[in-house]
């Protein structure tokens, strides 16, 4: 008797309040309903909680269903919440893509034009410095910059340069005396329509902007160009 007694044991398991209420979600709340409360001691195996559940007047297909429904419902709410997730972090993404496009086809220029001022006010021969401020993007983060853009009028033409050595990045600056744009960080010089002059540290000349007159104002398309080469190439 004491080893049949072993065997069962070792092959059946307690089922506590605990137990119950993990594998058959929202069943407490149905028994309650009833006026039906878990005993404090413990089933010997499912079949001994089946048989208690039966002389309750509770069938084992009632908890299923209460437990399909619950979790149906539980599963429902995780893929509502997920999606709201979703949507919050791919809401940026889409604005920014989609801003983009519409930016594209409804402007049908995407340069960003800047303005210098008056075209007329710009001396026949004469370097003129002018200075803007431009917006940095870098992912999500924005910054601005102060840049110097050289421009030089030629009757009905223009000659705009970015005001940075192509050598090494340092600025340059028009000297009337010399008639020339010098560069002191390592003596590079540029004659007035941009071409490097022999001995300059520099590459090449100094690198020149698209521009265009629009509605009478001169206006620029500012870009960045990597330093050392000897040809131009923007930063990507």
């Excluded at 006026?35 to 309750?56: A, D, N, V, Y």
């Excluded at 299923?64 to 429902?76: A, H, N, P, Q, Y």
């Excluded at 001022?117 to 983060?141: H, L, M, Q």
Aim: glycine share 10%; proline share 3%.
């Amino acid at each position: 008797m004491a080893q049949t007694w072993a065997k069962v044991t070792h092959s059946v398991s307690l089922l506590t309040h605990t137990d119950f209420t993990h594998h058959y979600t929202g069943a407490d709340e149905l028994l309650h309903k009833r006026g039906i409360f878990f005993p404090g001691t413990c089933f010997l195996g499912r079949q001994s909680f089946e048989f208690w559940l039966h002389k309750q007047g509770v069938l084992m297909s009632e908890l299923s269903e209460v437990d399909k429904t619950k979790r149906l419902f539980m599963g429902l709410g995780s893929i509502v919440i997920g999606a709201g997730i979703g949507g919050a972090l791919a809401y940026p993404i889409f604005q920014f893509a989609v801003g983009n496009a519409l930016k594209t086809s409804e402007g049908g220029d995407e340069k960003n034009w800047i303005d210098l001022g008056s075209a007329t006010e710009f001396e026949e021969g004469k370097p003129t410095a002018k200075k803007i401020t431009i917006e940095i993007r870098d992912g999500w983060v924005k910054s601005s910059s102060d840049e110097t853009i050289w421009v030089v009028r030629q009757g009905n033409n223009f000659l705009t340069f970015t005001a940075t050595c192509p050598h090494l990045g340092c600025k340059v600056n028009w000297i009337p005396e010399r008639n020339e744009y010098f560069c002191p960080c390592h003596n590079s010089a540029f004659d007035v329509s941009g071409e490097k002059k022999p001995g300059s540290a520099s590459a090449r000349g100094l690198d020149a902007l698209e521009h265009r007159v629009a509605d009478g104002k001169l206006q620029v398309v500012f870009q960045k160009f990597k330093n050392l080469l000897p040809t131009k190439e923007v930063f990507s």
